[in-house]
T-cell receptor, first 112, second 113 residues
Framework: DQQVKQNSPSLSVQEGRISILNCDYT??????FLWYKKYPAEGPTFLIS?????DKNEDGRFTVFLNKSAKHLSLHIVPSQPGDSAVYFC???????????FGAGTTVTVRA | EAQVTQNPRYLITVTGKKLTVTCSQN?????MSWYRQDPGLGLRQIYY???????DKGDVPEGYKVSRKEKRNFPLILESPSPNQTSLYFC????????????FGSGTQLSVL
């Protein structure tokens, strides 16, 4: 059973607007959360992370929000750019074992 | 350049014909891992290795073997491939404990007919 779920397989957004990607998890032991970005014919690359002691982490145009009580996190991309078109994977781990569990991914398409 | 190199990039084979996908990293990482990516399922871990001669099962190890005789190499072996092993495979490596610094290879697209 998947412990990390991304319920939106795809998202289309206009250039300059905000992209919001959602992720839910079920395992209460998860205390570290990451987003990876993947372009076609390439491996995933690390984008941004957040520890469970925080509820927000920003890195330039990317912000991750964590709601521990709801077991939910989201990635905001503002403003969206054509180069942001990619598959985004949500991942979670417990710092007890650092074993990553990945979601199914959300394909983002940024329209010019 | 720091990288994880997988070969081949594409492979078409037939049921039952043994194959090996190679993975090599040049970053002196202790930890290496294999994942498979399937539509709707995301990335699932097959096997991982915490260091030389130490390997352990991930979430979907059935039908796969690995070995870690050297720190830089972590081959994935399919002794008798079956069509349900058709998938996109990724090798990854990182230093022990640095969960964010997980470097992925470019992937191997395997088709088993």
């Amino acid at each position: 059973d998947q412990q990390v779920k991304q319920n939106s397989p795809s998202l289309s957004v206009q250039e300059g607007r905000i992209s919001i990607l959602n992720c839910d998890y079920t395992n209460s032991m998860f205390d570290y959360f990451l987003w990876y970005k993947k372009y076609p014919a390439e491996g995933p690359t690390f984008l941004i992370s957040i520890s469970s002691i925080k509820d927000k982490n920003e890195d330039g145009r990317f912000t991750v929000f964590l709601n521990k009580s709801a077991k939910h996190l989201s990635l905001h991309i503002v403003p969206s750019q054509p180069g942001d078109s990619a598959v985004y994977f949500c991942a979670a781990a417990s710092t007890n074992d650092y074993k990553l569990s990945f979601g199914a991914g959300t394909t983002v398409t940024v329209r010019a | 350049e720091a990288q994880v190199t997988q070969n081949p990039r594409y492979l078409i084979t037939v049921t039952g014909k043994k194959l090996t996908v190679t993975c090599s990293q040049n970053m002196n990482h202790e930890y290496m891992s294999w994942y498979r990516q399937d539509p709707g399922l995301g990335l699932r871990q097959i096997y991982y290795s915490m260091n030389v001669e130490v390997t352990d099962k991930g979430d979907v190890p059935e039908g796969y073997k690995v070995s870690r005789k050297e720190k830089r190499n972590f081959p994935l072996i399919l002794e008798s491939p079956s069509p349900n092993q058709t998938s996109l495979y990724f090798c990854a490596s990182r230093r022990t404990g640095l969960i964010e610094k997980l470097f992925f290879g470019s992937g191997t697209q395997l088709s088993v007919l």
